[in-house]
């Protein structure tokens, strides 16, 4: 189905375009033109346009609209395709948010419609709030989507929420941007009654896309809760003993005929108060964090935009703000150091809150960025995302502590050292860290480490504040520091060592659930680490109610195609999965694993679930793993993440795989990664593709002796194999803690 562009939005933008002066017309036709330019060559050429950070979206379709000449590229572009992704990161397809979605036309027109005229007043009575000298701050830009995706692959906004929601925050800042074009409906469901609320208030700031709307909405919205604490103003001061924040209003008073797209304080001798305001509360001399929706770098940091001699200017000299996020930019990067003379000025873009975008390459490649989120999301809709995420302040005292976390809760940045999860058996020596010298006392003169412990059942969901969790805490030096029921989300102090002491092992147990841990959790004074845990049951069961046949059609299309490949019928396809459901549970927990697994790995080309063609359905099915047909250019995409280093070549796997002619495993986790075994000697034609049988599962150790000691051994002893309750737990853990997308089969155990 090709897109379109909807017949009453084109009708609105002709009469808007219509009421403009010839003088207007002619100051706002380049942008467009230049909009139209990059379009053009993405649809036409199939390559990605150059980046221009001066026109957005909106602009994308806006001459096709009012001059209705859609043929070549709206009339070429079906719904739900990419095309391509550009150098900042865009990915121009016709999805939800993406580039030449027709829904950015929303925004076009409602700027048109308010140009010069319909804007609300500005409110110059900001408020300086006085808070806590020990706080949490959570911080999160262009985050005003709303819930626009499903339960089974919920929008990245939603995911951002919850997170946020976990770690209890005590002020949230929304740094602006609520989409299409801020509007009553917009700023009313998605900011108002869905923004996730600090426990000590909430904050927002103005934007260009509520600018599109005359900004009325936005003013009303923060004329209200959650947001009272501003008093309808759109900057504000937040304070204590050591530090100021300060939210600036960088969008009314940017050129409305660039369509606000460069951030700006001031502009014609208005706004004049903003910049008083902040030459008072630097003034102050305590260290200062400024916020704004506009970015005061370009995206790559390779130069300073006008908003950046406006804030500096504001400082006496070699002085500026010790901090300052901006978001817009839908990136999450941290840049190196910057200057103001002599006063060092630490940069952040946080606006990745929720729209979808792909690597960009301009970033990844620069010499002015020390980190951006370019991870793969795993996204099954859209391939080419990354992870979305937030950023957290955590201020105690004249100490700060800066921590990204991603869509899935996991710390994006700064990151320390890979942790795996710990089994419930007693740890042995296979997993332990190698015996050395080192010291056994911490150093009184270092500081502490904090490590909160955050507890999850089987449902993926925070277990109940009630439940009272024994938690034990032992050191690398194998000295315990705790051992008391303390309730989830207990932080703890514990000694720094400076050495493998400050690899901890954390095992936590309640009655009427299997105990778990996790281990080593790095721990160092600089990050406060956070250790999520799942804790199952004892007489814990699979609930597939999530995981239906009608269902899973709507929830994982590509699974459901597979699966239900080679059945002679739609009716025969449906009845052999509910005979599995219903008589071999174990089994198809196994293959929900395996499958989720495999499509989060992230393969030089698509993830290894996309390769499957169908499943082989007759006794080898187990609940260990599962044998099917596969693209055997799956075989070379996995020798060249080999070479990448996500994968490894398994020696010896004739011995655990019969009839096999090659196998790899997955490197990333410490437990839990997914095997591939290739069985190239058998194959079978599918829709013209000589498919190969390929045999994967997940090992609970990513060491081969581990493996083979712990794991093959003793199952073969017992009789018992791979357990897929122990697999769903080792990989949601491992998963959180790599800060990969969060391992979400489309079933849970309760």
Known sequence: MQIYIPPTTASRIRAAWEKLSPEQRSRIMPLIQRGHQKTLIATRERVAPPVDEMTGPSLNLALSAITGATAGIVDTLDAGIVVTVDGGGEIWGTGKYEALDPGWLEAFVLWLENLSENKHPFNSSPVVTTIDDTLQIAIAGDWGTGDWRTSANPSPSTKVCKQIAIL??????????VYYAGSDDEETHILVKSWPRGSAGSLALNSNHEMY???GPYFDAIGGAPFLMQKQCSYFALENKNWVIVGLDSAYFADEYGMYREGSLSRDGKGVEQLDFLRAQAAKKKKLILLTHHNGLAEDGSSQMAIWSQVMGAFPKDAGPAYWYW??????????VQSNGAAAVNCRCCGHGALPCGQAHNLSKST?????EDRCAGDPDIPQRVLNGFAVISLDGPKITETFYDEDGGVAYPRTAATRPALSAPLSS????AAFEQKSQPDSALAESRLTVRIFDGTRQPISPDVRILMTITDGNENQRYRDYRPSGTSFQLPFFDNLGDNYTVIAFTDRYSQAGFTPIKCSPDVPQTVDIMLLPKDAGFRFAGAQWDKLAFSQPLLYSILAHGAANPGAAADRYAELMDTRAPVLACLFNIATAMSSIALPVGNPLQYFKEVIWDNTMAQDRFYGWADPALYDQVRMAAAQGTFSREAGFAAFHSGATDSYKQIQFGEANVQLTFHA??????DGVNCVKMEPDIDYYKDLAAHTLLEVITNGLSGNLTDPR??????????????VPEFNPPYVIG
């Open 168 to 177: 209890q925050p005590n002020l949230t800042i929304h740094l602006g941007d």
């Open 213 to 215: 709307s005359g900004c």
């Open 327 to 336: 978001g817009h930019m839908h990136a999450g990067v941290w840049y190196n």
């Open 368 to 372: 002015n960025i020390v980190w951006n």
């Open 430 to 433: 296979v997993v332990r860290a």
């Open 681 to 686: 000697n058998d194959t079978k034609l599918i």
């Open 726 to 739: 122990q697999v769903y737990v080792l990989r949601w853990i491992a998963g959180r803690h790599a800060g």
